[in-house]
Structure formats: C-alpha cells, structure tokens
C-alpha cells in the first residue's frame, strides 16, 4: 500500500524568498511525504539569490526553481493542492483564487528577508534568520499525523504552527 504524497502551496507576492525557502523544506524535511509548491501573487520574476542559497545548502535541486503566478495552481490541470499556506501578510491579506478541490488553508507570518538592506553578510544573517524560524515551524508541521486528521483537525494544527512564537535571534 502507498502512503499519499501530500500537497503544499507557500504564498506570498513575489515568490522570491519566503515561499522558496518553505517549499523546499517541506520537501526535504517530509522525506517524501509532503510536496512543497510555491508562487506568488505578483510574481517579480527571479528567484533571491540567497534564497537559492539556503535551499541549495540543504540539497533541495535549485534548477528549475522560479518565480511564478499563484494562477498556475488555480487551474484544474495543476496539482490538487491539500494545504495552502500564506507566509507574508500582503498575500494573506489580498483575494486568492478558488483553489481546486477546497485545500486547508493558514496563515504563518515571517518578515520579509528580502527586504533587508546593507551588506551581502547583513542580507545573508537575515535569510538565515527567517529560514531557521520556517525551519522551525516545519518541523511540526512535518511531525504531524496528516493522514489521520479530518480537514477541520488539519487547518487548527496548521493554525496552531502559524501562531506559535518564533525566535527574534
């Protein structure tokens, strides 16, 4: 018997960094039993460099990552998403598509470390800040028993991840 492979969209408007960086932890964390996606609502068309950074450290294939449109998974020919998770407050706070077959949904909040300025070490402290704190909330979120909630279940504990305190370091 075959266990599902489980279906992940990160949102935020860009798609550069936040939503990079938890797509590929869902993947390489789950060890196959989630599958991390990501888009963005107003796509800026490349991907952070120490974003790809991050996600390369951790083996995650960074070849055919990109910035892309959350309509892409809005269509009825893209993967039927099971969760979908926003991970910046723009995106949580503007109107979404109607995603094929009603995922669950949440919200996890996490500054945006493409926003910082200064210099490249100043930007990388930061990358690695808000990936450690997605690392974190992934962790649970990996841990949990997916296949034995129902979807109410499954959105409180998505919730639940979203709303516990992340480090500051």
Not at 39 to 58: D, H, L, Q, R
Not at 139 to 158: H, Q, S, Y
Request: net charge positive.
């Amino acid at each position: 018997m075959t266990e599902k492979t489980f279906n992940v969209l990160f949102l935020c408007t860009g798609n550069s960094a936040r939503s990079i960086m938890a797509e590929a932890l869902a993947t390489t964390m789950s060890k196959g039993n989630i599958r991390g996606h990501s888009a963005g609502s107003k796509p800026g068309g490349t991907v952070n460099p120490f974003a790809i950074e991050k996600v390369k450290a951790i083996g995650y294939p960074v070849e055919s990552l990109r910035s892309k449109s959350w309509e892409e998974f809005a269509r009825l020919d893209a993967p039927q998403m099971d969760f979908i998770i926003t991970v910046c407050d723009n995106a949580a706070g503007e109107a979404c598509p109607v995603w094929p077959g009603r995922p669950a949904t949440a919200h996890w909040s996490f500054e945006d470390p493409a926003a910082v300025q200064g210099s490249d070490e100043h930007k990388r402290a930061a990358f690695s800040k808000i990936f450690g704190q997605i690392k974190a909330r992934m962790e649970r979120f990996v841990g949990l028993p997916i296949a034995t909630l129902d979807k109410a279940g499954i959105e409180r504990e998505l919730r639940r991840i979203g709303d516990m305190p992340i480090a500051s370091a």
